[in-house]
């Protein structure tokens, strides 16, 4: 996820692992935690890398991240004095902006990511919807997801867009049974499994 500190000055990224197995509310505690200590500027892995970037010219860090992110994310290689991980990013981003009051929008996929998808999470406003016949008012989320092609096909992406929808569309009913095939389709499609 990408969180915004200090108003927007600053961008963190917040990266979580291996969550296949967790329950959806449990992954939600562990994000508003992680969210809320970056926003605290409790984050030391972002602290400590981005700690000379007061420091140094634009044109400079543009090259540090370009040079950076193929690092870790293609060569896949850490970078220990700069504090930066091996494919510390994920393979997905997702991004808020409802924060700023969008209903909907696109985010531009940062090359820098290497990430394959990216979510945007619109608004929540009241809309009248039907259920059951009746209208009745609901809050409504807009979702926007986009697929990069150069770092996977959007078929690979599919499965979990389609378990995000059901659960976003009817959590009460939804079954746990698409998550468990998800990952076993994921799976068998990864030669090097998951890490």
Known sequence: MLVDVDGGQDLAAVTLWDQHDSEIMDI??????????????QNTDHNESTKLFPYLPSWFLGILTQVGSYLIQQMEVSVPPLKLKANQFGHMVLTNVGAIGMEEGIAPMPFSLHAMSCICAGKAIKKPVVVDDEIVVRDICKLVFTTDHRFGDAANALPFFKVVKAYMEDPENFDKKWYTEYIAEMDSKDPKKRK
Not at 28 to 41: F, G, L, Y
């Open 28 to 41: 939600v505690k562990v994000c508003n935690e992680q969210i809320m200590r970056t926003k605290k500027k």
